[in-house]
């Protein structure tokens, strides 16, 4: 069979095949691609519109749509210092921020040194601090364990892997890899020569190399190992130039790449961990698509393609030298093979090249062995690009869930009223100014602020007037449509506080027609759960849609700030006080909402008809919502916070003077939260009135 006319072309075609069956087709790339810079928006802006000076960037696989769920690649998180300036030539030196020359010569390259400028003149610094050292020829050169320092000021924890700290992520959610980075917005002097060198590919095109050149560069906290410079020596990041290069490969090159990646997992890291990375294979890629004519790489030819990078790495190990693609002075192999190891790696690349395609039979990541096994024999396989597409989805909702927390962290100790209109006038104007992702991203957010600041609006006119104002009904309208329930709920929330039941049982009945419960996934990020697979009918929507499928396949958490506390019923605003004085000391930056009432959704929706239907005398209904309350606490796998369900199903279960199931709830719920919890009041309380009445 492996020698029979058309094998190469058949089996390409085949593995294209399976390829795009787990995700790896344009669609879900360009999905992916949109997803994560959603994300890079989501913190870039909130920078902007507060006035930080910072920027951050998504890099590597998730971003560039070269991942596949099997893959698991972790998220790439670049965090740009933009109060610094790093030049190359003293006319671009600017006045009032931290001015440092880079310093390229032979004793550094291919990285660099950072000697300090004053900020006022253009003279160097001649006065060190404990972030700086004085050289020999009397530079005030920057240490790169300075943004250690900032990292550790900030409260930011993680481990420390070259100039990347790894935060583990929450669980059903990506570990993060977190540069930090600082600004050169001048194309590095060591990669000039790149910018007119052209291969037989004629890859890069003119037009991409000037748009890398216009992208500047970074410098990243790592010095090489054996310099003598090693805590004062700079890498220099072309990242988002890379970044460029990846956005304008073929689908053909990038499932050559992936390939890659899996027979990295699959045959060289689990007995090699540390010696070859996806960024020497992204490499590899580059320099072949560089120098093979662009009719080679086509989906008739994956496999030819295939092996033509893995001769290029063969190589690449054999003689310890990858040059980095744009700055080829900078050999990316140079001390990270073993020469005990070399012969083994070199031994597994010659058997996977001379294989002709039997070894990928061997690769379980997303199960492509037997997924090509089953191509080949003509058998159907299952698609997955539905699951990938609704992990897509909860990602980008996700991004905003954390965007509107961002804000709100910053805004404490402020009038939120102020803050709320300056964030609505800045993302309406940055709105009107921009394209794309940060046009995208601004018509998600600024929604939300628009019912945080009806709501808080509201509370102020129900505490004087016992009345909503038009000003908060019409700030509120502007964001009822960010999710299926979070902003309406908080409308039926104003209309139940002022004692207008019929309108609020007009909104939850409206809520709970459309909170589908085969479709929606509950949203929340406050604290750190493990989250289950989302619903298949979730999925299913999720891959016909993008993001503006949110608004109706989504459901936050509802949030009420101290200020907006005459919205809220008085069995809820019991959590804005959970946390004694004691606990306060254990509570950690991100516990910030603790100081909140915040409850998920759909039990707040039974509540509230619960409430509602009791008032109006409807005993039948009133049962029907106490009982879906009950089994959504019990059934829902994604909520944040049961333990909030579980108090407020107890006082109902005292309203219903059922208070020994109260008192289990509570018990319930304390298990869930030992620490920060209202339920010990509400046991205190319910034990004092059991007490009193025997």
Not at 181 to 204: E, I, K, Y
């Amino acid at each position: 069979m492996f020698h029979q006319p058309g094998y190469i072309e058949n089996v390409s075609l085949r593995l294209s095949e399976v390829l795009a069956d787990i995700g790896v087709d344009e669609r879900i790339v360009l999905k992916r691609r949109k997803t994560f810079l959603l994300g890079e928006t989501m913190f870039t802006i909130p920078y902007k519109t507060v006035d930080v000076p910072g920027s951050s960037y998504f890099l590597g696989s998730q971003c560039e749509g070269t991942t596949t769920t099997g893959l698991d690649s972790d998220i790439d998180n670049l965090l740009c210092h933009d109060d610094f300036n790093i030049i190359q030539d003293w006319a671009d030196w600017e006045p009032g921020v931290y001015n440092y020359l880079m310093i390229q010569d032979e004793t550094v390259s291919p990285g660099c040194l950072l000697q300090n400028l004053r900020d006022d003149a253009h003279f160097p610094e001649d006065v060190p601090n404990e972030h700086h050292f004085r050289d020999g020829t009397g530079r005030i050169l920057l240490r790169n364990t300075s943004l250690t320092a900032l990292r550790a000021q900030a409260n930011q924890v993680g481990v420390r892997h070259g100039p990347a700290y790894a935060q583990q992520g929450y669980p059903g959610f990506k570990d993060v890899d977190i540069v930090d980075a600082l600004p050169c917005r001048s194309w590095p002097l060591q990669a000039r020569q790149w910018l007119d060198q052209q291969g037989v590919g004629q890859w890069p095109s003119d037009h991409m190399k000037r748009y890398c050149r216009n992208t500047g560069c970074f410098v990243v906290a790592v010095g090489s190992k054996d310099s003598e410079y090693e805590d004062l020596e700079w890498r220099i990041s072309t990242s988002l130039a890379e970044r460029c290069l990846m956005f304008n490969l073929s689908m053909a090159q990038i499932r050559c790449y992936i390939l890659m990646k899996m027979i990295l997992k699959t045959f060289i890291k689990p007995h090699f961990e540390d010696t070859i990375s996806s960024f020497m294979c992204k490499t590899v890629l580059f320099h072949c698509i560089a120098n093979t004519y662009s009719y080679v790489w086509r989906e008739n030819n994956l496999l030819v393609c295939l092996s033509l990078c893995l001769l290029a790495l063969y190589n690449s190990i054999l003689n310890e030298n990858c040059p980095h693609f744009i700055i080829p002075g900078n050999n990316l192999m140079r001390g990270h093979i073993p020469h005990k190891y070399k012969p083994h790696i070199l031994e597994i690349l010659h058997q996977i090249i001379n294989s002709r395609g039997t070894s990928l039979l061997g690769i379980k990541c997303d199960d492509l062995g037997e997924r090509i096994q089953l191509k080949i024999s003509h058998l159907p396989s299952v698609k997955t690009s539905d699951w990938i597409s609704g992990g897509l989805l909860l990602t980008a909702a996700n991004y905003i869930y954390d965007a509107l927390s961002i804000y709100l962290f910053w805004t404490r100790n402020r009038s939120y009223k102020v803050a709320m209109q300056t964030y609505i006038f800045k993302l309406v104007c940055i709105f009107y100014q921009c394209q794309g992702v940060e046009k995208t991203f601004c018509s998600l957010l600024a929604p939300q602020f628009c019912t945080t600041l009806g709501s808080l609006l509201a509370s102020s006119s129900i505490r004087q007037y016992n009345s909503i104002s038009a000003e908060a009904l019409n700030w509120i309208s502007l964001g009822l449509n960010t999710d299926v329930s979070s902003s309406k709920l908080k409308l039926a929330s104003m209309f139940y506080c002022i004692g207008d039941t019929q309108r609020t049982e007009t909104v939850l009945r409206g809520i709970e027609a459309k909170y589908d419960l085969n479709i929606v996934e509950p949203v929340c990020k406050c604290h750190d759960f493990i989250h289950q697979p989302p619903r298949r009918g979730f999925n299913a929507i999720c891959d016909n849609h993008n993001e503006e499928a949110i608004q109706y396949t989504t459901a936050f958490c509802v949030k009420f700030l101290p200020c907006e506390k005459n919205c809220v019923p008085h069995e809820l605003r019991y959590e804005m006080f959970r946390s004694t004085q004691e606990e306060r000391a254990f509570r950690g930056l991100g516990d910030y909402w603790m100081d909140w009432a915040v409850v998920d959704s759909l039990p707040y929706l039974y509540f509230l008809q619960y409430k509602t239907y009791s008032h109006l005398g409807r005993q039948e209904d009133k049962q029907r919502a106490l009982s879906k309350l009950a089994r959504t606490i019990d059934q829902e796998p994604n909520l944040g916070h049961r333990e909030t369900a579980l108090n407020l199903l107890g006082q109902c279960m005292e309203q219903e003077e059922q208070t020994v199931v109260a008192l289990h709830c509570y018990l319930l719920s304390l298990n869930l939260r030992e620490r920060n919890n209202v339920a010990k009041f509400h046991i205190c309380r319910l034990l004092s009135k059991m007490a009193n009445n025997l």
